[in-house]
């Protein structure tokens, strides 16, 4: 095998483990550090937190995906070491919040009609492709 084609090959099948199912492994590893950043900062857990929490952490929510009534809030913190952050639900017509530092949280009422709405990064949705999505029930 030439070294072109051990090239080829290994991009192959790099490319089909993100496909496959590669890419949910890393974004459960990287909730994961996001957690262990959580608990680092607050002391406790993020699950059965008081409003409920979705962590911003290297261009991802964590979790991918929050179901909360209408009406609720969510509380959205950013436990990377360097970069801020927004939320914008942008297809829902709603303003961006204003960006956000590592350590500090933005509170979102959702007056948003029931069903699925992306949530989005402000400065990152594009070329970074953090979105999220928040399920919003009666």
Same mark, same amino acid.
């Given at each position: 095998?030439? /070294?072109?084609?051990?090239?080829?090959?290994?991009?192959?099948?790099?490319?089909? *483990?993100?496909?496959? %199912?590669?890419? *949910?492994?890393?974004?459960? $590893?990287?909730?994961?550090?996001?957690?262990?950043?959580?608990? @680092?900062?607050?002391? @406790?857990?993020?699950? %059965?937190?008081?409003? /409920? !929490? !979705?962590?911003?952490?290297?261009?991802?929510?964590? /979790?991918?995906?929050?179901?909360?009534?209408? %009406?609720?809030?969510?509380?959205?913190?950013?436990?990377?070491?360097?970069?801020?952050?927004? *939320?914008?639900?942008k297809a829902a017509g709603k303003a961006e919040s204003?960006r956000f530092f590592p350590?500090?949280?933005? $509170?979102?009422?959702?007056?948003? @009609?029931?069903?699925?709405?992306?949530?989005?990064?402000?400065?990152?949705?594009?070329?970074?492709?953090?979105?999220?999505?928040? !399920? *919003?029930? /009666?």
């Open positions: 095998m030439t /070294p072109m084609t051990r090239v080829g090959f290994l991009l192959a099948a790099l490319f089909t *483990v993100a496909l496959t %199912g590669g890419g *949910v492994r890393a974004q459960d $590893d990287l909730c994961a550090e996001a957690e262990a950043r959580y608990r @680092a900062l607050k002391g @406790a857990p993020s699950a %059965g937190a008081n409003p /409920p !929490v !979705v962590l911003l952490y290297n261009y991802a929510f964590c /979790p991918r995906e929050v179901r909360a009534k209408a %009406g609720s809030v969510i509380r959205f913190v950013n436990v990377d070491k360097r970069t801020s952050h927004s *939320v914008w639900f204003e350590g500090e949280h933005v $509170d979102v009422t959702l007056d948003l @009609a029931p069903g699925a709405h992306e949530v989005l990064c402000g400065p990152h949705w594009e070329h970074q492709n953090m979105r999220g999505q928040v !399920v *919003v029930t /009666p």
